[in-house]
């Protein structure tokens, strides 16, 4: 599974130079091998083109990163390029696009050589290239600055792993174990919906049909996977649970790797056989499951399932999440659920313990449990709106310390506390923006690239902190 965003880089020159100033190219070229340097010390795979002069060059080019299949294409002006030259192949491209309004020198004041306007104009070019897309509704990505400014960077890696998670995103392949929980309806979409507005592909099996799976795993597998758990987590349960929780975890792992999904759901209430293979629920694999970068949500939900799969491949460190309790005196939200949760978001040592199950006959799971990190994070929701139209609600919040009660280990769990008065972000998240019971919660501040995010998949951004909606 990738997990490296890669750009296409599209230089676009004037082919009248290469006529009449041949030497400008040997400094324009330097510079542009420096810019993909620059992108690919950020951990972004670049993809680059040869510099593009006229529209055949440019078809050319957009057809290669088609074939590369890159998650963005990045335009980089070495000087002014007519618009036309390059706006049609941009504008059936696949990929989103970014236009990196850069220079070769970071400096053009007062006493500047003025010859140096040679190698510093493309920002004309950019505009030019810019004002032609839009009209075309095509909204390109713009970062502007130079290089040398690590914001500038940022702002494009922001972007690029959108685009990434966005490509991810549009490609899931969901599978849904057993029905959605009964009566449940808030993140409820028609599949055919999920599958032309957002490309989710959803598949749904029962329990029995992870049986031939569940039982080809060896005791060998076994073993070796609960020496992992050994190194990796605090295990306070006995042999047995241990074994059969893991037994059932690698029987599905085999049946999502085999069957190439992104991300999955379960009914919990579908896991009712009182013994043999299938004879417990398998969160502890669900939470494993997240941590490579497969997305899960409870309750039969592919929707929050298909955006934490994204989300995760591209930025790390995201989990699925509930809000259950507010904590109306202490202005903050407590997130939990029954056992699923990524260990990479754990502030210390993850717990497997055996957890009481008293929903179905089965046999108790061992799952995992943990306090979230604390420190900034983004909370995250995608709502289905009428119309077809699906809302992507974020919020920066703030992972309070962990909580004091003698029993609280045996929980999932974290505190947050919104930017803004927690009863008025309640208000907005359900009043205005119609936000569903579960979520995503990423660890730092995502706000910037989750917008990007929302306007590569379609999606109307709804963000909630100070500044928005009646804050």
């Not at 972004?44 to 590369?68: D, G, N, T, Y």
């Not at 409820?188 to 099996?205: F, M, N, R």
């Not at 929780?245 to 999955?264: H, M, T």
């Not at 629920?281 to 799969?309: H, N, Q, W």
Request: with cysteine; charged share 25%; glycine share 8%.
């Amino acid at each position: 599974m990738n997990t490296t965003p890669k750009v296409g880089l599209l230089p676009l020159y004037l082919e009248l130079y290469d006529k009449t100033l041949p030497e400008m190219r040997e400094t324009l070229d330097p510079f542009l091998r420096g810019v993909a340097q620059k992108i690919e010390g950020a951990d972004i795979q670049v993809e680059p083109a040869p510099v593009c002069r006229l529209r055949p060059e440019v078809e050319s080019a957009v057809h290669s990163f088609h074939e590369s299949d890159v998650d963005l294409i990045v335009t980089l002006h070495l000087a002014y390029s007519p618009s036309l030259e390059a706006v049609s192949p941009l504008i059936n491209a696949h990929q989103p696009i970014l236009m990196l309004d850069t220079t070769l020198d970071e400096s053009f004041g007062l006493e500047v050589d003025p010859m140096r306007l040679l190698y510093n104009h493309g920002i004309h070019g950019v505009q030019d290239l810019a004002s032609v897309l839009r009209r075309y509704e095509t909204y390109p990505f713009v970062v502007a600055g130079h290089l040398s400014d690590p914001h500038v960077i940022d702002r494009f890696n922001e972007i690029a792993h959108a685009a990434l998670a966005a490509r991810r995103f549009k490609r899931t392949r969901a599978l849904r174990i057993g029905p959605v929980f009964a009566g449940m309806g808030d993140f409820q979409v028609e599949e055919k919906t999920l599958d032309s507005e957002l490309g989710i592909q959803v598949e749904e099996i029962s329990p029995e049909d992870l049986l031939g799976d569940v039982e080809g795993i060896s005791q060998d597998e076994i073993e070796d996977e609960v020496a992992r758990d050994v190194e990796n987590f605090r295990v306070d349960t006995n042999e047995e649970v241990h074994e059969r929780s893991n037994r059932l975890g690698l029987g599905l792992r085999k049946y999502l790797e085999r069957n190439e999904y992104d991300a999955f759901s379960l009914n919990f209430l579908s896991f009712d056989y009182e013994d043999g293979p299938l004879g417990t629920v398998p969160f502890l694999e669900c939470s494993k499951a997240m941590f490579r970068g497969i997305g899960y949500a409870g309750e039969g939900d592919v929707l929050t399932a298909s955006l934490v799969g994204a989300l995760q491949t591209a930025f790390g460190q995201t989990t699925f999440t509930e809000i259950f309790c507010p904590d109306w005196k202490g202005g903050s939200l407590f997130l939990s659920h029954m056992g699923e949760i990524n260990p990479e978001v754990a502030a210390g040592e993850p717990r497997l313990y055996e957890k009481d199950f008293g929903f179905t006959p089965t046999q108790n799971p061992a799952v995992l449990t943990c306090a979230i990190r604390p420190g900034t994070a983004t909370l995250v929701n995608l709502a289905p709106a009428s119309h077809k139209a699906f809302n992507l609600i974020a919020a920066k919040v703030e992972v309070l310390e962990d909580g004091t009660h003698p029993d609280i280990e045996d929980w999932i769990r974290a505190w947050i506390q919104p930017e803004i008065p927690m009863e008025r972000f309640l208000e907005i998240y359900s009043e205005d923006y119609g936000g569903t019971h579960h979520s995503a919660l990423m660890l730092g501040d995502n706000m910037k690239a989750l917008e990007a995010f929302a306007r590569m998949t379609g999606m109307r951004f709804c963000p909630i902190g100070p500044g928005g909606k009646d804050a």
